[in-house]
Structures are given as structure tokens and as C-alpha cells.
């Protein structure tokens, strides 16, 4: 594995600047994969791989709020003392 990751990927943690939200986010994002459909005699199909070739996200909503345009990357919430 170990995919590139691109500039849209949202993995990292976020927080509304707005309401302060940081944990309940809409995303919007669109998805390129590939996946290897196994199915059965019956016509069930199971997906056994599946690999993610592009992620695009369009936009992040915040639930409390429900502002688009507020939503930036958190720092990181370790606290040094
Ligand atoms: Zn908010």
C-alpha cells in the first residue's frame, strides 16, 4: 500500500474556526477505485480488494454550524508542558 497521498486528502484532524467544532464534519468527496468483484455462482458479489486511485474532496461542512468556509486543519492536540 502506502499510496501517495494528494493535497485533497483529508485524513488529518479538523476544526471548524467558526463554532469550534472538531469533531462532526459532512465531507464531500469524490472517489476513483478499483476493486476486485469475486462473485459467487449465485450472482453474490464480494469485493475483495479495493484501491483508491484518486480522492477529490469538495467540500467539508460543519454539522454545528453548517458553514463551509470556516473549516480548516487543526494543530495537533498534543499539549507540551
Ligand atoms: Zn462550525
Do not use: Q
Not at 24 to 53: K, M, N
Amino acid at each position: 500500500m502506502g499510496a501517495e497521498e494528494t493535497m485533497s486528502t483529508v485524513d488529518g484532524p479538523l476544526r471548524c474556526s467558526h463554532c469550534g467544532n472538531k469533531t462532526r464534519f459532512d465531507i464531500y468527496d469524490r472517489v476513483a477505485r478499483r476493486r476486485f468483484a469475486h462473485f459467487s455462482l449465485g450472482g453474490e458479489v464480494t469485493y475483495e480488494e479495493e484501491e483508491i486511485l484518486e480522492r477529490t474532496v469538495e467540500r467539508i461542512v460543519c454539522r454545528w454550524c453548517e458553514r463551509d468556509d470556516t473549516i480548516e486543519p487543526a494543530e495537533s492536540v498534543v499539549t507540551e508542558e
